[in-house]
T-cell receptor, first 115, second 113 residues
Framework: DAGVIQSPRHEVTEMGQEVTLRCKPI?????LFWYRQTMMRGLELLIYFNNNVPIDDSGMPEDRFSAKMPNASFSTLKIQPSEPRDSAVYFCASSQGTSGGDTQYFGPGTRLTVL | AQSVTQPDIHITVSEGASLELRCNYSYGATPYLFWYVQSPGQGLQLLLKYFSGDTLVQGIKGFEAEFKRSQSSFNLRKPSVHWSDAAEYFCASGKAAGNKLTFGGGTRVLVKP
């Protein structure tokens, strides 16, 4: 299996622009997670889906952030408008089941820089 | 609320020496416990996990971890460190209900030649 696939790997944009990050989970996995990693705040869970349904979006910073999972093999995280403080590495992860004991498999991340 | 604490932000160890990374969790019941490793520029990779049973868990790359309920700890160990072990290590816990993981702040390991 190719693992969790994220695109793009790097994104540089200007403040105010819309940014869309993409994730393809491992085939057969039922849960998908979006995380953000910064030096200041560490690894934060933004939102997660079970069976394509958003379960907990309490980590989404504000209304500028939105996430969708239109089918089992694709998810997007959108930031509109972007701000310099959104600069971070964004990880997508997937797991097979919906239990806290299921291993989460992480993608390589998207490094976002907002100028 | 569930929380995970990794008291050491940085650790420097000589190649060939032993390594122990500390992790403490806060949760009423026995949680699911994980150790992940993140190499520079990479995503997180699972090293090992604990659910129940034997409190000493073996993982990949020669790592092991021991669950100690009395100390609410799940420390990670490796007897002899290799230069390739330089990375950041994250401890995490999960609950049976809901698949949200709580991560610690991470410990960055530097390996001296």
């Amino acid at each position: 299996d190719a693992g969790v696939i994220q695109s793009p790997r790097h994104e540089v944009t200007e403040m105010g622009q819309e940014v869309t990050l993409r994730c393809k989970p491992i085939s057969g996995h039922n849960s998908l997670f979006w995380y953000r990693q910064t030096m200041m705040r560490g690894l934060e869970l933004l939102i997660y889906f079970n069976n394509n349904v958003p379960i907990d979006d309490s980590g989404m910073p504000e209304d500028r952030f939105s996430a969708k999972m239109p089918n089992a093999s694709f998810s997007t995280l959108k930031i509109q408008p972007s701000e310099p403080r959104d600069s971070a590495v964004y990880f997508c992860a997937s797991s097979q089941g919906t239990s806290g004991g299921d291993t989460q498999y992480f993608g390589p991340g998207t490094r976002l820089t907002v100028l | 609320a569930q929380s995970v604490t990794q008291p050491d932000i940085h650790i420097t160890v000589s190649e060939g020496a032993s390594l122990e990374l500390r992790c403490n969790y806060s949760y009423g019941a026995t949680p699911y416990l994980f150790w992940y490793v993140q190499s520079p520029g990479q995503g997180l990779q699972l090293l090992l996990k604990y659910f129940s049973g034997d409190t000493l868990v073996q993982g990949i790359k020669g790592f092991e971890a021991e669950f100690k309920r009395s100390q609410s700890s799940f420390n990670l160990r490796k007897p002899s460190v290799h230069w390739s072990d330089a990375a950041e290590y994250f401890c995490a816990s999960g609950k049976a209900a809901g698949n949200k993981l709580t991560f610690g702040g991470g410990t960055r390991v530097l390996v001296k030649p």
